[in-house]
């Protein structure tokens, strides 16, 4: 192998942004931020979704049929009685 071209490889920690869950996981991901878990520095890098926030895997979806522009759609051709 070439040497110094590999990314750094080592633990990681993520916070979701929504709920504020932390996870700790082996990555090449970059921070300039630290968070200490358990006695232990990490970087930490902040995601907008991960599985404790995105509705796939909490369960929690969203009625499309009642929001946004489906909504709109069907409210102007009449649709929302099917």
């Known amino acids: 192998m070439k040497e110094n071209i590999h990314p750094h490889y080592g633990d ?6 929504n709920t504020g869950d932390i996870f700790i996981i082996g990555s ?15 970087p930490l890098v902040v995601l907008d979704v991960s599985s404790y926030s ?7 979806q ?8 489906i909504a709109k759609f069907n409210k ?5 009685e099917q």
Request: glycine share 8%; hydrophobic share 20%.
């Open 12 to 17: 990681v920690a993520f916070r979701d942004s």
């Open 28 to 42: 090449t991901m970059q921070s300039d931020t630290q968070i200490e878990v358990e006695g232990k520095t990490y």
């Open 54 to 60: 995105h509705p796939f895997y909490t369960g929690k």
């Open 62 to 69: 969203k009625n499309t049929l009642n929001e946004g522009q």
């Open 76 to 80: 102007r051709y009449n649709l929302d």
